[in-house]
Structure formats: structure tokens, C-alpha cells
């Protein structure tokens, strides 16, 4: 069964440096997400995107943060400058349609460590 | 506000039990979904059930939707040890696009 994949499965960075986290969605689906899950706290959205273009974002989705689509498979999260609070887990997710009537397909998730 | 607030927090039984868990939320919805987290892993879709719709079932799994109370619940039954993991219920709030909204999550231990 295709699924989504994502790279590193941790990554520890130093407050103040760039991150960027990879996620390749599953082939057919055009739909993209970001989510992230401090631990033992909710999953929270952070952005979709679609046709190359953010479709929508969280109030966590600052400056700080971008989206890129670079090639045909990759979707990637960057993280400028870390902060402490930015440890969490990110989950990259991926639809065939970007209603609510389809379901998300979640990678394993990045555990991001910020020291 | 809140949207998609799971109970209980915790819930323990023995495998061959069923197990009930409850999400409430505050906005009207289109869907409302369940997933699934097994530690340290990503969410897996268990299933979707429309606002127009009160039941619907998927193997071991029951889910009732009641938008007069806003509230869903899952029912695993015969539980096995294997459904160890986190269970949450997910809210469109309307908005009809991608973007879900999370409850804070049932941890439901099954134990052999």
C-alpha cells in the first residue's frame, strides 16, 4: 500500500539554526499538509497546500516557517531560526482531494529536538 | 474553542472487551473521522462518517455521530491487544477543506 514517507525520523538542532524536513506524499494525492505534536499535547494543523501555493495556515505557521514543493515528489518544512518550543513531532500528510471528505494519509512523523 | 475533546483520557480493559470513547466538539461539522496512533508512529484513518449519517460500522468498529449534541463515539468491539494505541477523533469545523482539528486523544491499553 503506498504510503507517506519522511526523513529524518529525528533530528536534533541547536535553538537558532534552519531545519528543513522532508516528506515525500504518496504519488496520486495533491493535497499536502503539515502537522506537529508536542508531546503529550494534540496534533495541531500548520499548513496545506496545494498547486504550489499555501492553501491555508495556522497562527503557528509564522515567518518562521515555509513550505516548499522543490520537485515532483518532495514537500519539505522549514524551520528558519528553531526555537526550544519547536520540539515537537511533525507529521507531513498527504489527500487525494482537499475536502473534508478525504481522508489524511500520515507519514511516521520527525521527532525535532530543539537544544 | 476546543473541537474534538476525546473521553475518557485513559482507558484500560481486557482484551475480548469492548471499548467506548467519546468525542464532543463546539462547531458544526461536515465530517467527523477517527484515527489511530500507535506509539511514536503517525495516524492511521480508521474511518469517516458524515454529518448526514448517524451510524456506520467497519469491522470491529462502530461509530455514531449525533449533531444535536455534537458528540461521536467509537466502539471497538472484542478488543484485541494489538488495538493498544491512541485513538482521535478529527473535526472538518466546517470549513470543508483539508485541514483537520484534533481532540487531545483517548490512550486505550488492551491487556491480554
Given at each position: 500500500e503506498?504510503?507517506v ?6 533530528q536534533?538542532?541547536?535553538?537558532g539554526?534552519?531545519?528543513i524536513?522532508?516528506?515525500v506524499p ?5 493535497y ?6 508536542i508531546l ?5 494543523f500548520l ?7 499555501i ?7 509564522d ?9 515532483g ?14 520540539s515537537?513531532m ?5 489527500s ?9 494519509h500520515f ?6 529536538t530543539?537544544? | 474553542?476546543?473541537q ?16 467506548t470513547m ?8 461536515n ?13 492511521v484513518h ?12 467497519s469491522?470491529?468498529?462502530r461509530?455514531?455521530l449525533d ?9 471497538i468491539?472484542a ?6 494505541a491512541?485513538y482521535?477523533?478529527?473535526t472538518d ?9 484534533f481532540?487531545q ?5 488492551v491487556?491480554?
Open positions: 503506498p504510503e514517507t519522511q526523513t529524518p525520523s529525528h536534533v538542532t541547536q535553538m539554526q534552519e531545519v524536513l522532508r516528506c504518496i504519488s496520486n494525492h495533491l499536502f499538509y503539515w502537522y506537529r505534536q503529550g499535547q494534540k496534533v495541531e499548513v496545506s497546500f496545494y498547486n504550489n501555493e492553501s491555508e495556515k495556522s497562527e503557528i505557521f515567518d518562521q516557517f515555509s513550505v516548499e514543493r522543490p520537485d515528489s518532495n514537500f519539505t518544512l522549514k524551520i528558519r531560526s528553531t526555537k526550544l518550543e519547536d515537537a511533525y507529521f507531513c500528510a498527504s487525494e482531494v482537499g475536502t473534508a471528505a478525504s481522508p489524511l507519514g511516521n512523523g520527525t521527532r525535532l530543539v537544544t | 474553542s476546543q474534538g475533546e476525546e473521553d475518557p483520557q485513559a482507558l484500560s480493559i481486557q482484551e475480548g472487551e469492548n471499548a467519546n468525542c464532543s466538539y463546539k462547531t458544526s461539522i465530517n467527523l473521522q477517527w484515527y489511530r496512533q500507535n506509539s511514536g508512529r503517525g495516524l480508521l474511518i469517516l462518517i458524515r454529518s448526514n449519517e448517524r451510524e456506520k460500522h469491522g470491529r468498529l461509530v455514531t449533531t444535536s449534541k455534537k458528540s461521536s463515539s467509537l466502539l468491539t478488543s484485541r491487544a494489538a488495538d493498544t491512541s482521535f477523533c478529527a469545523g466546517s470549513g470543508n477543506t483539508g485541514k483537520l482539528i481532540g486523544g483517548t490512550t486505550l491499553q491487556k491480554p
